[in-house]
Structures are given as C-alpha cells and as structure tokens.
C-alpha cells in the first residue's frame, strides 16, 4: 500500500508506506520519517519536494487527506 500526497502550499510530498499508528517522527535533512511503534516507517515526508525530487507524476498528486496529520505540524 503506497499512497503519495502533494501540498503544493507546502510544497512538501507525503508518501504513506504502510499502514500502522505513528509512535514517533524522525527528521533527516529534507526528510521526514514517521515510524511505528516496532520501528518499522510508515510514511516519509519530503519537504522542498520541488527542490530535492526530480520532476514526475508526484506533482500531480493531490492534496493530503484530512484525516492524516502531517509530520511537521
């Protein structure tokens, strides 16, 4: 299960990895790891994402659901 999001006010690119509750966050460079309880990631954050990933199909993503809570809020 792989879901991508784009905030295009953030500019910043969600990409859901697996299912599971967030235990913590984890921040490297641009990067943003939420990661469960067990250690495993579900989900990474890209920040700047128009600046670090190359142009593609992420762009056209749409907007992060309202029920998932952004790693940097």
Partial sequence: ???????????????????????????????IYDVDADGHIVGIEILSASK??????WKKAGPPSEARVSAAE
């Fill in 1 to 31: 299960m792989t879901d991508i999001s784009y905030d295009a006010e953030a500019d910043a690119v969600y990409i859901t990895v697996a299912p599971g509750k967030i235990e913590r966050t984890e921040e490297t460079g641009p990067f």
């Fill in 52 to 57: 670090v990933l190359a142009p593609g199909d």
